[in-house]
């Protein structure tokens, strides 16, 4: 099988044209349900422990997400006064270096009816994952958290034609907000990218060409898209759900990447440095 539904199974050298006209593929149900609910317990306690180290840090608690969101806008403020970097990624709506590399969470990628999806799909038994994952956070009306419309290439320049896997670890919907996908902006090539905010890239007005498709999920649903396909945070506006999801970038095979990935196929991490 492939992401267009098309006939042919055998992929082209370049991962953009297996995504047809639209440029992102939504898997249902790709992960299996404890798996999910096992990680996103372990994020849950992580991000307790993230927050009371920055409580500990500054010497207030955050009782609400209105106190998250004004020590988010303070981020120039505390790094001025030596603010750690964890804590930075903790404000931003990152979980730290420390959580990123369990290797609990990449072994998601490593199922057997996901090894088998991924290596249909990418025509490779040999794919692999940069490893560690990039895993996020958000709390209702927290601007600091929110990632502007961008392709994912720029963020990734070790990384030689790959798919992002992003898996919400709670449901997403109109309330709790998961990704706006512009719909065939993978056709046209790299965009320009300026600066935005605490983020590295933005594409700015560019976007404003492509349709927009806001993709409701499921936990445990898989949103596939090339690294060219421009997208970017919804709102989350929901108090009663926080958040979370998983960024995996996935190649198909170990030359593609410079840098540490982790094999599904050997079930191991192998380092690069």
């Given at each position: 099988?492939?992401?267009?539904?098309?006939?042919?199974?055998?992929?082209?050298?370049?991962?953009?044209?297996?995504?047809?006209?639209?440029?992102?593929?939504?898997?249902?149900?790709?992960?299996?349900?404890?798996?999910?609910?096992?990680?996103h317990g372990f994020?849950?306690?992580?991000?307790?422990a993230?927050?009371?180290r920055?409580e500990e840090?500054?010497?207030e608690?955050?009782?609400?997400?209105?106190?998250?969101?004004?020590?988010?806008?303070?981020?120039?403020?505390?790094?001025?006064?030596?603010?750690?970097?964890?804590?930075r990624?903790?404000?931003?709506?990152e979980?730290?270096?420390?959580?990123?590399?369990?290797?609990?969470?990449?072994?998601?990628?490593g199922?057997?009816?996901?090894?088998?999806?991924?290596?249909?799909?990418?025509?490779?038994?040999?794919?692999?994952?940069?490893y560690p994952?990039?895993?996020?956070?958000?709390?209702?009306?927290?601007?600091?958290?929110?990632?502007?419309?961008?392709?994912?290439g720029?963020?990734?320049p070790?990384?030689?034609?790959?798919?992002?896997?992003?898996?919400?670890?709670?449901?997403?919907?109109?309330e709790?907000?998961?990704?706006?996908?512009?719909d065939?902006s993978?056709?046209?090539?790299?965009?320009?990218?300026?600066?935005s905010?605490p983020?590295?890239?933005?594409?700015?007005e560019?976007?404003?060409?492509?349709?927009?498709?806001?993709?409701e999920?499921h936990a445990?649903d898989?949103?596939?898209f090339?690294?060219?396909?421009?997208?970017g945070?919804?709102?989350?506006?929901?108090?009663?759900?926080?958040?979370?999801?998983?960024?995996?970038?996935?190649?198909r095979?170990?030359?593609?990447t410079?840098?540490?990935?982790?094999s599904?196929?050997?079930?191991?991490?192998v380092q690069?440095?």
């Amino acid at each position: 099988m492939n992401f267009t539904d098309m006939n042919t199974v055998v992929p082209k050298p370049c991962i953009e044209i297996l995504f047809g006209e639209k440029g992102w593929h939504l898997e249902k149900s790709l992960f299996d349900t404890e798996a999910i609910r096992k990680v996103h317990g372990f994020l849950l306690d992580r991000r307790k422990a993230l927050q009371s180290r920055f409580e500990e840090w500054k010497g207030e608690q955050i009782s609400s997400d209105d106190d998250y969101a004004r020590h988010q806008a303070a981020i120039p403020q505390y790094e001025t006064n030596g603010l750690p970097k964890d804590l930075r990624h903790y404000l931003t709506g990152e979980f730290d270096l420390h959580t990123r590399l369990d290797k609990m969470i990449v072994q998601l990628l490593g199922s057997p009816r996901v090894f088998a999806f991924l290596s249909d799909a990418l025509a490779s038994e040999h794919y692999v994952v940069h490893y560690p994952p990039m895993i996020r956070f958000k709390v209702a009306d927290a601007p600091g958290s929110v990632l502007p419309a961008h392709q994912d290439g720029p963020y990734s320049p070790h990384l030689t034609d790959f798919v992002t896997i992003w898996v919400p670890l709670v449901d997403i919907d109109q309330e709790c907000g998961g990704l706006y996908m512009f719909d065939g902006s993978h056709l046209d090539g790299v965009v320009s990218h300026d600066s935005s905010g605490p983020w590295a890239y933005g594409v700015g007005e560019t976007v404003k060409t492509y349709p927009r498709t806001h993709v409701e999920m499921h936990a445990g649903d898989a949103l596939i898209f090339p690294a060219l396909t421009i997208h970017g945070s919804a709102p989350q506006r929901s108090r009663s759900r926080q958040r979370m999801s998983i960024d995996f970038r996935v190649i198909r095979k170990p030359e593609d990447t410079t840098k540490s990935y982790f094999s599904p196929l050997n079930n191991e991490v192998v380092q690069r440095h």
